[in-house]
C-alpha cells in the first residue's frame, strides 16, 4: 500500500498524509473512532469458534461482502449480519423467513455468544465499527467527500453517510443501481435511487459493454430486481452473448482453446476458487 501511495506521490503530488481519507467505509471508522487492528474481530474469531466449536469460513469473517455459506454455521452469522445492516431486531427478521425460522433457536443463542464474547475481550467486527461510528457521529474532517459504488451500501451504511453529507459541504454520490449485488447485505437499488440530492447527474453513455450485451443485462435485471432497470446505451459495436448451461461447459472451453486468453471473473473469491478448482 505504501508503495503504491509513493507511486502516486511522484506522478501527482498528492502525499501519503493527504490520501490519509481514501478509504473504505469501514476502515474510515477504524481510524476516526481510534480503534486499534488488534481490536477487530477477524484477529481473533478462531478463539470464538474454538470455544463453542463453530464451523465458520475464514472468507464469511474475513469479507463482510461475501456470504459464501461454505461451513455449517456460517448462515447463523449472515442472518445477524442481515439484521444489523438492514437496522432490524433479529428476532423480526427471522419471523419473515420460513428457512431462518427453523433454526431461530440456534441464531439466539449464537448471537448470545457472539455478542458476550466481543463485549468481555473488548472485540469489533465490520458492522460494531459502522453502528459505532453512527451512534458517536464521528465523520471525515474534509471539504469534499466522494463515495462510489453506492449502489452496494446497505441501509446501515447509507444512515451514515446519509450522516456525513449534513457535514460535509461538498458531497459526491456516485454508483450504479444495476450492479446492486449484495442482497444479503440489504442493498437495494432503491437506497440509491431515493437519497436526496440537490442535482442528479445521468450516465447513460457506456464506452465499453457491446449494444447485444447491453440489451441482454438489462434484460437479466429487470426480470431478477423485479422493477425497471436502469436504461444505458451500448457502445455502437454488436457484440454477442453465449448461453451455456454451467461453469463446468465454460471451463471445458477453456480447457480445450488454451492457445487463446481468456478472463474468468466471479463474484467473490469463494466461486473464483471454483474456477480455479475446476482448471
Same mark, same amino acid.
Given at each position: 500500500?505504501?508503495?503504491?501511495?509513493?507511486?502516486?506521490?511522484?506522478?501527482?503530488?498528492?502525499?501519503?498524509?493527504?490520501?490519509?481519507?481514501?478509504?473504505?467505509?469501514?476502515?474510515?471508522?477504524?481510524?476516526?473512532?481510534?480503534? #486499534?487492528?488488534?481490536? +477487530?474481530?477477524?484477529?481473533?474469531?478462531?478463539?470464538? &469458534?474454538?470455544?463453542? $466449536? *463453530?464451523?465458520?469460513? @475464514? %472468507?464469511?469473517?474475513?469479507?463482510?461482502?461475501?456470504?459464501?455459506?461454505?461451513?455449517?454455521?456460517?448462515?447463523?452469522?449472515?442472518?445477524?449480519?442481515?439484521?444489523?445492516?438492514?437496522?432490524?431486531?433479529?428476532?423480526?427478521?427471522?419471523? #419473515?423467513?420460513?428457512? +431462518?425460522?427453523?433454526?431461530?433457536?440456534?441464531?439466539? &443463542?449464537?448471537?448470545? $455468544? *457472539?455478542?458476550?464474547? @466481543? %463485549?468481555?475481550?473488548?472485540?469489533?467486527?465490520?458492522?460494531?465499527?459502522?453502528?459505532?461510528?453512527?451512534?458517536?457521529?464521528?465523520?471525515?474532517?474534509?471539504?469534499?467527500?466522494?463515495?462510489?459504488?453506492?449502489?452496494?451500501?446497505?441501509?446501515?451504511?447509507?444512515?451514515?453517510?446519509?450522516?456525513?453529507?449534513?457535514?460535509?459541504?461538498?458531497?459526491?454520490?456516485?454508483?450504479?443501481?444495476? %450492479?446492486?449485488?449484495?442482497?444479503?447485505?440489504?442493498?437495494?437499488?432503491?437506497?440509491?435511487?431515493?437519497?436526496?440530492?440537490?442535482?442528479?447527474?445521468?450516465?447513460?453513455?457506456?464506452?465499453?459493454?457491446?449494444?447485444?450485451?447491453?440489451?441482454?443485462?438489462?434484460?437479466?435485471?429487470?426480470?431478477?430486481?423485479?422493477?425497471?432497470?436502469?436504461?444505458?446505451?451500448?457502445?455502437?459495436?454488436?457484440?454477442?452473448?453465449?448461453?451455456?448451461?454451467?461453469?463446468?461447459?465454460?471451463?471445458?472451453?477453456?480447457?480445450?482453446?488454451?492457445?487463446?486468453?481468456?478472463?474468468?471473473?466471479?463474484?467473490?473469491?469463494?466461486?473464483?476458487?471454483?474456477?480455479?478448482?475446476?482448471?
Amino acid at each position: 500500500r505504501r508503495r503504491r501511495l509513493r507511486a502516486y506521490d511522484n506522478g501527482k503530488g498528492a502525499s501519503e498524509k493527504e490520501l490519509r481519507y481514501f478509504r473504505t467505509q469501514h476502515s474510515m471508522n477504524l481510524m476516526l473512532l481510534r480503534v #486499534k487492528p488488534d481490536k +477487530l474481530v477477524v484477529s481473533h474469531i478462531e478463539e470464538f &469458534t474454538k470455544l463453542y $466449536r *463453530y464451523r465458520l469460513s @475464514k %472468507q464469511t469473517v474475513d469479507d463482510f461482502t461475501s456470504r459464501s455459506s461454505k461451513e455449517v454455521d456460517d448462515q447463523l452469522l449472515a442472518a445477524y449480519d442481515r439484521s444489523r445492516n438492514l437496522q432490524v431486531d433479529w428476532s423480526d427478521l427471522v419471523l #419473515k423467513d420460513r428457512h +431462518l425460522r427453523l433454526h431461530r433457536a440456534a441464531i439466539a &443463542t449464537f448471537i448470545h $455468544r *457472539y455478542e458476550e464474547w @466481543k %463485549q468481555k475481550n473488548g472485540y469489533l467486527d465490520f458492522l460494531d465499527l459502522l453502528v459505532k461510528g453512527f451512534n458517536e457521529s464521528v465523520s471525515p474532517p474534509v471539504e469534499l467527500a466522494v463515495i462510489d459504488e453506492f449502489q452496494d451500501s446497505s441501509p446501515l451504511m447509507a444512515s451514515q453517510i446519509a450522516l456525513w453529507a449534513e457535514r460535509i459541504p461538498n458531497v459526491i454520490i456516485a454508483g450504479d443501481p444495476n %450492479q446492486a449485488l449484495y442482497e444479503f447485505m440489504g442493498t437495494n437499488p432503491k437506497i440509491f435511487r431515493n437519497f436526496h440530492a440537490s442535482e442528479t447527474v445521468m450516465l447513460t453513455q457506456s464506452h465499453r459493454v457491446p449494444d447485444n450485451n447491453v440489451k441482454l443485462a438489462l434484460r437479466i435485471i429487470n426480470k431478477n430486481k423485479g422493477e425497471e432497470a436502469f436504461h444505458f446505451n451500448g457502445n455502437g459495436t454488436k457484440g454477442s452473448t453465449v448461453e451455456v448451461p454451467s461453469l463446468a461447459h465454460v471451463i471445458e472451453g477453456i480447457r480445450t482453446n488454451k492457445d487463446k486468453s481468456f478472463l474468468l471473473m466471479a463474484r467473490d473469491n469463494y466461486n473464483l476458487g471454483l474456477g480455479r478448482d475446476f482448471l
